[in-house]
Antibody, heavy 119, light 108 residues
Framework: EVQLVESGGGLVHPGGSLRLSCAAS????????MHWVRQLPGKGLVWVSG????????MYADSVKGRFTISRDSAKNTLHLQMNSLRAEDTAVYYC????????????WGQGTMVTVSS | EIVLTQSPGTLSLSPGERATLSCRAS???????LAWYQQKPGQAPRLLIY???SRATGIPDRFSGSGSATDFTLTISRLEPEDFAVYYC?????????FGQGTKLEIK
């Protein structure tokens, strides 16, 4: 079964750091683009970051550029999002999502992990 | 940067009725990169339609997508109780991925 399972969310102070993980099963992460999408409480979906299948090309929303880093661990078939200099406005549920090849859409989603940035 | 505007914000209909949801892009976009998602409370989004009109795996044929350039539509031909949810359109272009603000489909 194709599945994504996120972990690593929690409560962090403003200015702090957190590392999210997304474990994939049923397919190989290194064969496909992967993304992080977030959803602020009670709000809509916002794309955060993406990485190509080789891990050589990364993309970021302007709001997180320079603070967040996406990466993948091929050996563990896991996607990561390192989040630094966190702000209250980063509070959200973070989803990892698989790219549907050739269409720029997201065909498989994880269940999400909640990140709360608060003092 | 392309902005997607969905309308209406909320749509109140009864089971069995037809639902028509709109997504308008701020400039012309490729229909290859236009998708629709359904999200229910407490759940992750689910891909319904990709490439403007192709149904994702397991999606019932009462869901259909159409459109081109700046105007795209998601149609649910005959609403089932499980279809009441929030729907988002999404576009990909120039290494950016943009979502509309969503349409809430509620039971009348």
């Amino acid at each position: 079964e194709v599945q994504l399972v996120e972990s690593g969310g929690g409560l962090v102070h403003p200015g702090g750091s957190l590392r999210l993980s997304c474990a994939a099963s049923g397919f190989t992460l290194s064969s496909i683009y992967m993304h992080w999408v977030r959803q602020l409480p009670g709000k809509g979906l916002v794309w955060v970051s993406g990485i190509n299948n080789y891990g050589s090309y990364t993309m970021y929303a302007d709001s997180v550029k320079g603070r967040f880093t996406i990466s993948r661990d091929s050996a563990k078939n896991t996607l990561h999002l390192q989040m630094n200099s966190l702000r209250a406005e980063d509070t959200a549920v973070y989803y990892c999502a698989r790219d549907l090849v050739g269409y720029g859409s997201f065909d498989i989603w994880g269940q999400g992990t909640m990140v709360t940035v608060s003092s | 940067e392309i902005v997607l505007t969905q309308s209406p914000g909320t749509l109140s209909l009864s089971p069995g009725e037809r639902a028509t949801l709109s997504c308008r892009a701020s400039q012309s976009v490729s229909s290859t990169y236009l998708a629709w998602y359904q999200q229910k409370p407490g759940q992750a989004p689910r891909l319904l339609i990709y490439g403007t009109s192709s149904r994702a795996t397991g999606i019932p044929d009462r869901f259909s997508g159409s459109g081109s350039a700046t105007d795209f539509t998601l149609t649910i031909s005959r609403l089932e109780p499980e279809d009441f949810a929030v729907y988002y359109c999404q576009h990909h272009g120039n290494s950016r991925y943009t979502f509309g603000q969503g349409t809430k489909l509620e039971i009348k």
